[in-house]
């Protein structure tokens, strides 16, 4: 990851985002671009052939707004350039990160409404799911340094894009990786179990059949030797979970335990009971600080 793009729209979440984005870009050698997209604010201008719409702003009255996030990021010491366009923000940043080749995409979870005329943090959601790189969103304040990373995987391609890419920051920073694989009975779905009962349900092995079972572990062996074989020198280990994960994965990433984590931006079909993709949405809008979105399918 040598080539870093930020989303900037001024608002107190770009700014984390700037400021995470500086810190990797120390980490990892890497130099940042911060863009800035401004919406077009249309106004009207009467002539004689009847009335032409043309755009009272361009991209000169955002570049301020943009310089503002490229100083956060030159501030750790990381080199920074500007690049301010208009249209729509999400459009615009996967454009930029898809022709000029950026490996990591970093914005805010939240940013300034449309009435500024800026529009970021409502788009984050399409851009982690459409860049054509990872994308980094941050939440509130992020860590300064990433110690443990949890990666949730499913079995699927894009669950191991996902281990790839946090794996590239798990060597830089030094980290552990811990792999989870949620498994999902049916059984507990149906019944709908009230919370206090949900503390008193069975463990894992007594939940789910011999054979779902053996394939979850098969599942986490295989990706522990395909980190391995990465030969990063950070630790990794795996744990199996059970529920629906959309709820699962979100409350491991709010326990405090994890710095950052990753998922695949969509995982299997829910006839394999392994729906990991299908939540990165819910991790997206209730997970911890960082949350890593990886994974892109061949041809897509």
């Known amino acids: 990851m040598k080539r870093l793009l930020i989303g900037y729209d001024g608002s107190d979440q770009a700014r984390e985002a700037a400021r ?3 810190r990797l870009g120390v980490v990892l050698g890497a130099k940042v671009t911060v863009v800035t997209v401004g919406q077009i604010v249309l106004g009207q201008m009467a002539s004689a052939a009847g009335t032409t719409v043309v755009p009272s702003l361009d991209e ?11 100083a956060i990021v030159r501030g750790s010491g990381v080199e920074a350039d500007v690049c301010v ?9 996967i454009e930029v990160a898809a022709r000029e080749g950026h490996d990591l995409v970093v914005v805010g979870h939240c940013g300034l409404g449309g009435l500024k005329g800026l529009v970021l943090g409502s788009v984050a959601k399409k851009v982690a799911t459409e860049a054509p790189c990872p994308v980094l969103v941050v939440r509130g304040t992020a860590p300064e340094v990433l110690k443990n990373i949890l990666v949730a995987v499913d079995g699927s391609e894009l669950a191991e894009q996902a281990l790839k890419a946090a794996a590239t920051l798990a060597k830089a920073f030094a980290a552990g990786i811990t792999l989870v694989h949620v498994v999902f009975p049916p059984l507990l779905n149906e019944r709908k179990l009230e919370p206090a009962a949900r503390r008193l349900r069975p463990t894992p092995e007594e939940q789910v059949g011999r054979e779902a079972l053996a394939r979850a ?4 062996a295989r990706m522990e030797v395909g980190y391995d074989s990465m030969q990063l020198g950070v630790d990794c280990e795996s744990v199996l979970s059970d529920g629906p994960p959309s709820e699962v994965i979100p409350s491991l990433a709010r326990s405090g335990v994890y710095d950052m984590v990753a998922v695949g931006r969509r995982g299997m079909s829910g006839v394999a009971r392994l729906l990991l993709g299908s939540v990165s949405e819910e991790v997206l809008a209730r997970g911890g600080a ?7 399918l061949q041809g897509a």
């Open 217 to 220: 572990r098969e599942i986490c």
């Open 290 to 296: 960082l949350t890593l979105v990886a994974g892109k």
């Open 85 to 93: 366009l208009l249209g729509e923000p999400a459009s615009k940043l």
């Open 60 to 70: 000169r009255a955002f570049l301020p707004i943009a310089e503002d996030g490229a």
């Open 20 to 22: 995470t984005a500086g």
